[in-house]
Every structure is written in C-alpha cells, then in structure tokens.
C-alpha cells in the first residue's frame, strides 16, 4: 500500500483526515451563512442605514402621512438612534395642518419611545397624546407603538426618546413643521 501524505500518524487519505476536513468545512459554511442571515433591518447584525423612502407612505389627497422610526438601528453598541441616525441628523419635516403617525418600532437591546417635544432635554411631550404609551419608560425590545399629531402651526421640535439619558445620548431626531410642501424623511447630515 502506497501512502501519498501523512498528517499526524493518519495517512492523508484516511477517514479521519477526511472527516476533520468536512467539519471545517461545514464550519466554515456555518460561520458564512450565519453572517449571511444577519439582518440590520431587523436589528440582528450591523449595516447602513435603510432606505429612508421606505419608511415615509405620504397620501397627499388626506393630507396624511406615516413616518416609521426605528429605534436602536441597527442593534448594536450604538443603538441611540432612529433610523440609523443620531443627534438630530435624520430630519422629519410635515406640513402644518397635516395628520403625522408616528409609528416607533424598538430594534434595539433597551427600552425606547418617541415623543413630540419643543427642544433639548424636555421629560414630556409638547401635547398629551404625541408620544408613544408612557414615554419615560418607553417600549420593550422588539415591541413597536404609533401615535398621531397634527401640528398647526410652522416651527422647529424634535422627536425624542424621554427614557433617561437617551436623548442625551443621541436619539433624537429633528422636527421640521413647515408652512407648506410636502412630507419628507430625509438625513442630510449623514
């Protein structure tokens, strides 16, 4: 019997050999595909920012539109933010008269909200009701919650987070009320 190698004391060839390479490649594959299925959408993995396009449904004939915001985007180390932006880079911009929904989706590993507030570091939201259910609490990892607003009149606010220390920490996003146009989700600072 003629041996072409040996690795440790097993012929090359040998059944050993050959199982100890199927299981690095299985392992391997596990490793890609497990990479492969993480989903930043979801919050399960990093990546960019998602298509903002896809989070605003704008129906110009109601004089409507739904914004979405997702909270702790992508999950990770930095997850005080919406949509992926933090600090006010992702900027909300309605028209006053228009009916805003809200709805605020938590990806993130803690507790979110999102509320309606006049600037930096309110604890409630400008009118009872522009905030997702008890604001300083916030909603649980994976939970979601939408409320509405009608702004009448034009100015600057910010969407917040009201649990301690997260609008302090970044998530926050801008508010534009303005006095005509049209709806936009827009990070132009990003």
Known sequence: MR????????CT???????RRQRSVLGACAVLLC??????VLGTGSGNPPDLSRLIHVQPALKSVIFTLIAGYPAGDYQFNYDGY?????VVSVPAGWQATIQCENRGTVANS???????GDVAPIHDGWSTPDPTRGIDPGQSASFDFTPASAGSFRIASLVDGHEASGAWADLEVTSGGRPSLTAPGG
């Open 13 to 19: 060839g040998s059944y050993a050999v050959i199982r």
């Open 86 to 90: 933090g600090n006010g880079v992702l």
């Open 114 to 120: 999102c509320a309606v507030v006049s600037g930096k």
């Open 3 to 10: 041996r072409i190698g040996t690795v440790g004391s097993h």
């Open 35 to 40: 990479i492969a299925a993480c989903d930043p």
